[in-house]
């Protein structure tokens, strides 16, 4: 009756061989001081993955009985034992039970599955084995183990290990998908299907294996950011359909669950996120050990959902519509949703299951279903509102067809709106979604750009009135003239106007406050730039109509608005709140938030890291830019393009700027001349005409987006050599900052102060000043200023204490410097063979002994050391161990 493998389900799959878990067990196995061990975990974690391997690692494959327990067998004594006692006619006996186990073998492994439904009697006889060290016991359950349990006594009292099989994080997803796919996924990618699986390997698995079947999970067409990397897979879609994999690998996690608990969850994903008494109410006590398994996760206010969002979505189509419309009946009867707005699913659970719902209540479920990104909710609710006369129906109809692709035929019906619609607030309504499709799809750089000719098409249709209110339609005739961008006063007077008028509708208003923020912005004048992106995204994020429309939008600007004054750490603060959304929001997103990261990382020069997000998040926007940041991010990425050899052939900046604009004017022209100073380092791209950036740079238009006159400076001196000639680049970006607020230009106007030219105390308090402010740039730049001016004046003593501070600056901010500075610690470098001695000598070895251990002469220790002396400007062996490492 010996069965090696019985009962450990699922398909054999990998175990990393660094998996703590499995180290853990395989101690207990060969010979640690437990008797064995229990492995506990959610259906799907890779328990049984984890017994088989380590089994066959402690080579005691071949010594393995297997007892099987079931939900049946719970209350029969000796049930789950009874294959393996065949030759017992007494099972009344524990004596009796216990030496006929004893006989099988010689010290077992006894491999017993879904011990949470062991029978006592059972529990009983395997727990006096153990404790006899007559066998080693290795128990797999779901959940946790009750209290009166045996199995757990034994575990409690440290006899038998506990390991623990908790869902995957991101990390541990990525090894997974990298391992099935063989080639590196997205950072945006991996954390959508960490999201959508909850985490659960057996789910991950189907999900590749289904997404790659359906072509949904792909090398990015456009290959990889950058030459010379592999070509990483990403999502076209946030998961794939339910299909007969995943189907049966949902049945297969609730195998081993209770009726009650399969109910649970069929409740969770049918009615979404539910409150823990209405739960109980209808299908019993057991939110508790589903929370215990990783299948149902807490969301605040006593309230639980599904843990993984496309368990919930496959588990929807397993559920038969008579089965459905019984728990409908009983939730219903229970209290529904109990006064407490109805979740979108809810909504539609009604409707499958015919109960009548008012169209106001179906209306603002597809609203926050498209809010959420949750389409095929949204999608499934618009069949409700066929054939509506409510305008609202019509616009909310209108945008699920934006959204699935049904580009032109939204189009025409919302033209047909604005044109028609008698209510002036649902006139406006159809022009702000035909702006922001026109944004989304990349056919005008900016919502604002993007109100003209949306009003251009609805005059086309219905005639040439375009049911604006006067001062709206004033401003969008304006924002349609040739040279308004030479008129940006007027343009902030009347949007502030509209912005403040209460009669303004607040898709409107959120719009026209982005428009603010941007001309703010750029203009330097960084607080009230802030506080207009602020209250646009306010609003995006507190209605859901406005969510689905100009979230991703608003989010944009306010983080930008942050970066670009130096509040680096509330955009950080912005952008982590993104880390809570749903996956299927996640994933519309994902490539616009790596982006912002990425550029809010590098404003302080950035890390590995930073580059690997970037490059990522510019995959990402390839295949989907609902903000237009692409541009932006590939600019960011152009200077470690340009480092490669050989150069990339497609960063010649004239090919983009003859490209349609993207993004508001300032930005667009930022990123062209982000372009233009890497291509103009390359030796390949060197010309004698006057280069792009230089031309953006000198054009007298410029003086009202001093921002980007400051970047486009202080990138320029940042990738020079900083012993480079001198042509007024710092002087310039020291007068450009002198008349913007915010930390970023405060501090550059600190640190790059002409008076500080020849004053090295002055020089140097400036940059303590940045350090303990968290300015990290303007306080490397600092210190390399001082390098500078020591090393023209032959200081090398005190230019070697300014590099040993700069050295502590970057090894405590982990960053990487630009050239200007990278340059500036050059000067200090220590060769290999200086900093082995270096390491032996600060350790306390005399010059003897670091002679010896290197196997060169003593005379060679000491003119080695006598260079370092120099070179960082010490005079004491004993200053050796204080330098940075």
């Given at each position: 009756m010996r069965q090696a493998t019985t009962g450990l389900r699922g398909p054999r799959s990998a175990v990393p061989a660094d998996s703590p878990e499995l180290k853990s067990l395989l101690d207990v196995l060969r010979g640690g001081r437990e008797a064995g061990a229990v492995v506990l975990g959610g259906p799907g974690t890779g328990k049984s993955s984890l017994v088989r391997a380590a089994l066959d690692l402690a080579e005691l494959s071949d010594r393995v009985l297997t007892v099987q327990c079931s939900q049946s067998l719970r209350e029969v004594p000796y049930g789950a034992l009874v294959p393996l006692l065949t030759g017992l006619d007494d099972l009344d006996s524990p004596v009796a039970v216990l030496r006929a186990?004893?006989?099988?073998?010689?010290?077992?492994?006894?491999?017993?599955?879904?011990?949470?439904?062991?029978?006592?009697?059972?529990?009983?006889?395997?727990?006096?084995?153990?404790?006899?060290?007559?066998?080693?016991?290795?128990?797999?359950?779901?959940?946790?183990?009750?209290?009166?349990?045996?199995?757990?006594?034994?575990?409690?009292?440290?006899?038998?290990?506990?390991?623990?099989?908790?869902?995957?994080?991101?990390?541990?997803?990525?090894?997974?998908?990298?391992?099935?796919?063989?080639?590196?996924?997205?950072?945006?990618?991996?954390?959508?299907?960490?999201?959508?699986?909850?985490?659960?390997?057996?789910?991950?698995?189907?999900?590749?294996?289904?997404?790659?079947?359906?072509?949904?999970?792909?090398?990015?067409?456009?290959?990889?950011?950058?030459?010379?990397?592999?070509?990483?897979?990403?999502?076209?879609?946030?998961?794939?359909?339910?299909?007969?994999?995943?189907?049966?690998?949902?049945?297969?996690?609730?195998?081993?669950?209770?009726?009650?608990?399969?109910?649970?969850?069929?409740?969770?994903?049918?009615?979404?996120?539910?409150?823990?008494?209405?739960?109980?109410?209808?299908?019993?006590?057991?939110?508790?050990?589903?929370?215990?398994?990783?299948?149902?996760?807490?969301?605040?206010?006593?309230?639980?959902?599904?843990?993984?969002?496309?368990?919930?979505?496959?588990?929807?189509?397993?559920?038969?519509?008579?089965?459905?419309?019984?728990?409908?009946?009983?939730?219903?009867?229970?209290?529904?949703?109990?006064?407490?707005?109805?979740?979108?699913r809810s909504v539609l659970w009604a409707l499958e299951c015919g109960r009548e719902v008012p169209e106001e209540a179906v209306v603002g479920a597809g609203y926050r279903a498209l809010g959420a990104k949750d389409w095929p909710t949204a999608r499934a609710l618009a069949p409700a509102l066929a054939g509506s006369r409510d305008p609202r129906a019509a616009l909310l109809v209108a945008e699920l067809m934006l959204v699935s692709g049904r580009t032109w035929t939204a189009r025409a019906e919302l033209e047909e709106l604005a044109a028609r619609a008698p209510d002036p607030a649902y006139r406006i309504e159809a022009y702000s979604l035909l702006a922001m499709d026109r944004v989304r799809t990349g056919q005008a750089p900016h919502a604002w750009a993007a109100l003209p000719p949306a009003v251009a098409g609805v005059r086309a249709r219905g005639g040439a009135d375009p049911g604006l209110p006067a001062p709206l339609a004033g401003l969008v005739?304006?924002?349609?003239?040739?040279?308004?961008?030479?008129?940006?006063?007027?343009?902030?007077?009347?949007?502030?106007?509209?912005?403040?008028?209460?009669?303004?509708?607040?898709?409107?208003?959120?719009?026209?406050?982005?428009?603010?923020?941007?001309?703010?912005?750029?203009?330097?004048?960084?607080?009230?730039?802030?506080?207009?992106?602020?209250?646009?995204?306010?609003?995006?994020?507190?209605?859901?109509?406005?969510?689905?429309?100009?979230?991703?939008?608003?989010?944009?600007?306010?983080?930008?608005?942050?970066?670009?004054?130096?509040?680096?750490?509330?955009?950080?603060?912005?952008?982590?709140?993104?880390?809570?959304?749903?996956?299927?929001?996640?994933?519309?997103?994902?490539?616009?938030?790596?982006?912002?990261?990425?550029?809010?990382?590098?404003?302080?020069?950035?890390?590995?890291?930073?580059?690997?997000?970037?490059?990522?998040?510019?995959?990402?926007?390839?295949?989907?830019?609902?903000?237009?940041?692409?541009?932006?991010?590939?600019?960011?990425?152009?200077?470690?393009?340009?480092?490669?050899?050989p150069v990339p052939q497609d960063l010649r900046v004239e090919e983009r700027a003859r490209r349609a604009q993207q993004g508001s004017r300032g930005r667009w022209l930022l990123a062209l001349a982000l372009f233009s100073l890497a291509q103009d380092r390359t030796r390949e791209y060197a010309d004698d005409h006057q280069p792009l950036w230089r031309r953006i740079l000198d054009d007298p238009r410029l003086e009202q987006d001093p921002v980007v006159r400051r970047e486009i400076l202080y990138t320029l001196l940042l990738l020079r050599a900083p012993q480079a000639e001198d042509d007024g680049v710092m002087a310039r970006l020291h007068r450009t900052c002198a008349g913007m607020d915010g930390p970023r230009s405060e501090a550059l106007v600190r640190v790059l102060d002409p008076a500080l030219a020849e004053d090295p105390r002055g020089l140097a308090a400036a940059a303590e000043e940045m350090a303990v402010a968290g300015e990290v740039l303007p306080a490397a730049v600092a210190w390399s200023r001082l390098v500078l001016l020591h090393h023209a004046g032959g200081d090398l003593r005190r230019r070697g204490e300014a590099l040993r501070h700069l050295k502590r600056l970057q090894v405590r901010s982990g960053l990487w410097f630009p050239p200007y500075v990278a340059g500036a610690l050059a000067l200090g470098e220590l060769t290999a063979r200086e900093q082995e001695i270096v390491d032996l000598a600060a350790a306390g070895l005399s010059n003897a002994e670091v002679a010896e251990r290197l196997f060169v002469s003593q005379r060679t220790v000491e003119g080695h050391l006598y260079r370092v002396f120099t070179k960082l400007g010490i005079s004491d062996r004993s200053e050796l161990r204080d330098l940075p490492a």
């Open positions: 186990l004893q006989l099988l073998d010689t010290s077992p492994v006894i491999v017993v599955v879904d011990v949470q439904y062991l029978d006592a009697a059972s529990a009983f006889v395997l727990a006096q084995l153990v404790q006899n060290r007559a066998a080693t016991l290795v128990a797999i359950g779901t959940g946790s183990l009750g209290r009166e349990s045996g199995i757990a006594a034994l575990a409690d009292t440290g006899l038998l290990a506990t390991v623990r099989m908790e869902p995957a994080c991101p990390e541990r997803v990525r090894r997974q998908c990298e391992r099935a796919v063989g080639a590196p996924l997205t950072e945006g990618t991996v954390r959508t299907i960490h999201g959508m699986t909850g985490g659960n390997p057996r789910l991950t698995a189907a999900f590749l294996e289904s997404a790659r079947e359906q072509g949904v999970l792909v090398p990015a067409p456009d290959g990889p950011a950058m030459p010379g990397h592999p070509t990483p897979w990403i999502l076209l879609r946030a998961a794939p359909e339910p299909d007969v994999r995943l189907v049966d690998t949902v049945e297969s996690m609730h195998a081993s669950l209770l009726p009650g608990e399969r109910e649970t969850l069929e409740l969770l994903a049918l009615a979404g996120p539910m409150p823990r008494a209405r739960l109980r109410a209808v299908a019993g006590d057991h939110v508790p050990d589903l929370l215990e398994a990783g299948l149902v996760r807490g969301t605040g206010a006593d309230r639980v959902e599904l843990s993984a969002a496309l368990h919930a979505e496959v588990l929807r189509t397993c559920v038969p519509p008579g089965r459905s419309a019984d728990l409908y009946a009983r939730w219903e009867s229970a209290g529904g949703d109990d006064g407490q707005p109805p979740t979108a005739e304006l924002l349609g003239e040739e040279d308004v961008d030479d008129r940006r006063e007027e343009l902030l007077e009347r949007a502030r106007a509209l912005v403040e008028d209460p009669a303004t509708e607040d898709g409107t208003r959120a719009i026209l406050l982005v428009l603010e923020s941007d001309l703010l912005g750029l203009a330097g004048r960084s607080a009230e730039a802030i506080e207009a992106a602020r209250r646009a995204y306010g609003l995006a994020t507190s209605t859901p109509a406005f969510s689905a429309r100009f979230g991703n939008y608003a989010l944009v600007h306010l983080v930008l608005s942050h970066t670009t004054a130096g509040h680096l750490e509330e955009a950080r603060r912005v952008l982590d709140e993104q880390e809570r959304l749903a996956p299927r929001h996640w994933y519309q997103r994902s490539g616009t938030v790596l982006a912002l990261r990425a550029l809010v990382d590098s404003s302080h020069g950035g890390s590995t890291s930073t580059v690997a997000r970037l490059r990522d998040a510019v995959v990402e926007l390839r295949h989907h830019d609902p903000a237009q940041l692409l541009l932006l991010a590939e600019a960011a990425l152009a200077p470690h393009r340009a480092a490669l050899s």
